[in-house]
Structures are given as C-alpha cells and as structure tokens.
C-alpha cells in the first residue's frame, strides 16, 4: 500500500479517536454553567460527568468485542453515529435526567474508539503496528486534554450547549469519511457467535501477559488520575488561586508530553517494548517529586506534569503494542479488555486523590500517586521475570519480536490454525 495512503488513515484512525473521546470530557470544565442552566444541585452535578463514564465501562465489556466478528469499517461508522445520537439527546435536554440519558449513550458508543485502535493494528504490517498505534493513540490524547479547552471556547461563545451539538456533527461527518475512505475490515473465515467472543475476552484474564499488562495499565492510570483529578486542587487553592482557564493551560504541558511518547511506538517495533516499559515507569515515578511542588513552586509542576504524560503515553503504547502482536486474531477483545484496566485505575486514582487530600494535602496525594507508579514497576519487573521463566511472553528487551509466537499450530477462538 502507498505510504500516503497508510499515513492519511492513521491519520483519519487518530482523527475518530480525539473526536470520540471528547465526548466523555467536555462536561469537566462547563459543569458549574450546566448546573446553573438546568437548576442542578451542586451535589448532583458529578452525575454528569459520572453517565459518560458509566456508559464508556460497559460499552468496553459488551460492544469492543463485536470488533472480532464484525467488519470494523461498518462497526466504527455505526458507532459514531449512534454516539452523534447521544450528543444530540444531551444538547436539547431540559433536565438533568435526559441529559444522563444522552451522556450515558454517547460514553457507551464512545468505545469506537478501542475499536478505532484494533482497526489501526490489524491495517498496520508488523514492522509498523507500534508506530501506527503510537500515532492513533496520540489522537486520544489530544481529545482527553484537547476537549477542556474547546469545551471552554465553545461555551465562552454560545453556551454549553453548542459543545454537544459541534461534537455531533464532527461524528456525523468522520461516519461518512470512515464509510468511504477506509478499506472493508477483517472477517473471520468461520463465523464466530457473539457469545464466543466473550468467551475468548473472559479467558483472556488467565493468560499471564494479558493480565501482567493489565495490572500495569491499572496502576499507571491510577497514577495518572490521581494528577489529573486532584492537581486544580492546590493550584485553586493559596496562594495561587488560579482561575480554571489557567489551571487548564498545564494541560498544554501534558499535550506535549504526550505527543513527546509517540516516538514509543518506534521503538516497540524495534523490540524494545519492555525496556521502554520499565525506564517510563521509572520516569513516572519520579515525576512526583516535581509534581509534589504545587503547594509552593509551579515551574516543577510544569516539568512534573510533561514528563507523567510522556511516561504514560510510552508504556501505554508499549503495553498495546505487544498485546495486539501477540493476540493478533483477536485485537478487539483483547483491547477492550485491557481497558477496563485502564478505567477502573483511572477511577481509583480520581476518587483516592481528593480523599487523601482532604487530610493530608497535595503532598499526600503525591505520595499515593508515587505509590500507585512504584506498584506499576513492580508489577513489570515481577511479571518479566515470571514471564521468562514460562516462556509465554515478552522475556527480553533487545530482541526484534518480544512476543513470543503462538506457534503455527496454536488454535484461534474459531479453532483454525493462525
């Protein structure tokens, strides 16, 4: 295939998953203008944000694994029309009630996005799936730390409510360009029942590098929201007092940190997967001593927050790298699996980092994000070890393919040889 033509879908590819992903988060920073419109309680108000999440959570169990039966291209243009449906619905809500609704429908058609990536994955050959992966998922990134600030323009200009209806109409136009412009997707030989496929996605928690990777994901995602969740925290607080348009502006440091780890895809292809693995997770820790400054210095924040974002964009792409290469016939569920890691770690680390600083301040939330980063190395340098001895995964850090081969003879879910 002609290199334009593979740049300008993982482009496209990078494209669905920032506009995708900006559903669940543009409500952060509008909230206060929402509760006031819709005459929400203050108390009520973290429902909002809560629907999308809930949605996201399922649609990874029962909607990513459709993936492995059903032609993505199709898949992926359905679902952004559907989550088009959910934007709609919340724009026009009169209450609180069919705002969840929309919300809730919208997060659930949002994991078009884990679908987006195992798409990318299987269109890239081999030598290319990391650097392809690095790219898409920067995508995601962009529409995480991108959705505050157009939430915010948006809603300066013509209300919040002009935020859901811009998002539906980006998902309505990026439905039309995937129908036409991305090739038909993978269909298994034989026909696989919806209830094999979530067969195959519960069996993969018994396999030791799934879960390994996982376990990873979970402590770097809890690390990650206990920064993302709890940092307004101190920098509203004195002596800074800062205004939530400048706190959101270290979101510009994390962007670039981000975008900085893309490179880890390049270097995943070139074998290096675990040693990129474990010096991020190191970076990751460290991270916090700068980070832990915000009480009293914001330039250390500054570096605290790059270089978190770096670390976790490094070993994420890593860790999607080798799963997808290992378990190649079933890229979808083994996504949507190894992101319900990822949510249920981003929402420890959310919840436990406004606890702790409730009694022990941001350097206890410090801490507990340090912690949740050292139980991630850890968990590496514990599974590499256990891994080499079984044999049954990445066992080295030099080698050109870390994952070890299943074998020509090894059964896929719909019992043919890969």
Known sequence: MDVGIRFNRTMLLATVCS????????????????????????????????AGQVGYLMGLVVLVPLGDMLDRRKLIGAQLLLAAVGMLVAAVAPGLWLLLVGLAGAGLFAVVVQTTVAFAADLS????????????????????????????GLAALWGWRSIYITLAVLLVV????????????????????????????GLLFREPLFL?????????????????????????????????AQIGLFGTAGLAGALGAARAGRWADAGHANVVTGSALVLLA?????????????????????????????????????????????????????????????????????TVYSTSG???????????????????????????????????SDGRHESAPMGHGTPNMNGAPR
């Open 286 to 354: 460290a991270s916090w001593i700068a980070s832990g400054q915000a009480a009293w210095q914001l330039w250390p924040v500054v570096v605290g927050v790059l270089v978190l974002d770096f670390a976790v964009q490094a070993v994420h792409v890593s860790n999607q790298t080798l799963l997808t290469a290992e378990y190649s016939h079933r890229t979808s569920s083994v996504i949507g699996g190894y992101m319900l890691f990822y949510s249920l770690g981003s929402a420890l680390g959310a919840t436990a980092t406004t």
């Open 125 to 152: 050959t081999p030598a290319e799936r990391g650097r392809t992966l690095g790219v898409v998922t920067s995508g995601v990134v962009i529409g995480i730390l991108g959705a505050r600030v157009l939430a915010g």
């Open 212 to 244: 390994s990777r996982g376990l990873i994901a979970f402590f770097l995602f809890a690390s990650f929201g206990t920064l993302w969740s709890g940092l307004a925290l101190p920098l509203a607080a004195e002596p800074w007092q800062l205004s939530p």
């Open 174 to 201: 990026l439905s039309l360009i995937v129908l036409k412009q991305l090739p038909a997707g993978h269909r298994p030989a034989r026909r696989t029942s919806y209830g094999d496929v979530m067969v195959s996605l």
């Open 19 to 50: 506009v995708a992903v900006a559903t669940i988060y543009v409500a952060q920073p509008v909230l206060a203008q929402m509760g006031r419109d819709l005459e929400v309680p203050e108390a009520d108000l973290g429902w909002v944000v809560a």
């Open 362 to 396: 941001w350097t206890g939330s410090a801490v507990l994000g340090a912690g949740f980063a050292l139980c991630g190395l850890l968990t590496w340098a514990f599974s590499r070890q256990m891994l080499a001895r079984c044999g049954c995964g990445p066992s080295s």
